[in-house]
């Protein structure tokens, strides 16, 4: 499986022919979209869903049942549930967790699902839901109003995965990035920083 990780936290998945993009939005690049077979939308919110990218596209998209994407083009979404197991771009995928974590109190929550994909791609979206199943390959959150660098790196920690890679960081400076990679890579077996545009 060849990944390819994006401005913040989309990510393209790319596999025995088949294409399939999680989380493009606002801030990714349109070309992780070319040639894509099939879209995942972990949540509603703009920096992980592009509406009117995704409504030219023409490819299924899925999404968490219950999100309330914004209505500015015709887009026709496959609603998700929690534990929901389906194919997408010819991946298997299995939809995990539920609630986009706490921002602060009082401030309504929406649904967020993760994705695990073909054999133990884990991307969680805006949540840190350890799945009960084996996870390969981690995309790690790397800064989020929602989340504390700490909670990331627990996170990580109690996955236990072969491969890790940080996702959600596009809000973070060069100096602070440098911290969360360092963090990262003295806490975190397996993990390496990928920049916009690169391949693992």
């Known amino acids: 499986m060849r990944i390819t990780k994006y401005t913040h936290s989309c990510v393209r998945v790319e596999h025995g022919g088949g294409v399939l993009v999680i989380d493009p939005g606002t801030w ?6 070319a040639g894509a077979d ?68 009082g401030q309504p929550g929406c649904a967020n699902l993760g994705y695990l994909v073909g054999d133990g791609l884990y991307h969680p ?12 390959t981690l995309l790690i959150p790397g800064q989020a109003s929602w989340m504390r660098l700490g909670e990331a790196i627990e996170f990580a920690q109690a996955i236990r995965p072969r491969h890790a890679y940080t996702i959600h960081d596009a809000q973070i400076n060069e ?24 391949t693992a």
């Open 125 to 136: 979206g805006d949540a840190l839901h350890v799945p009960d199943e084996p996870v390969q």
């Open 38 to 105: 099939a879209v995942l939308v972990t949540h509603e919110h703009t920096d992980h869903v592009d509406v009117l990218r995704l409504a030219g596209l023409g490819v299924p998209v899925y999404a968490p049942e219950g999100a309330r994407l914004p209505d500015l083009a015709p887009l026709s979404v496959t609603p998700v549930r929690v534990g929901q197991r389906f194919t997408a771009a010819g991946f298997p995928v299995t939809a995990v967790g539920g609630r986009h974590a706490a921002v602060h109190d």
């Open 175 to 198: 100096r602070g990035l440098a911290s969360v990679i360092g963090w990262l890579t003295e806490t975190v077996p397996g993990y390496r920083h990928l920049i916009a545009g690169e």
């Open 28 to 33: 990714s690049e349109p070309r992780a979209l």
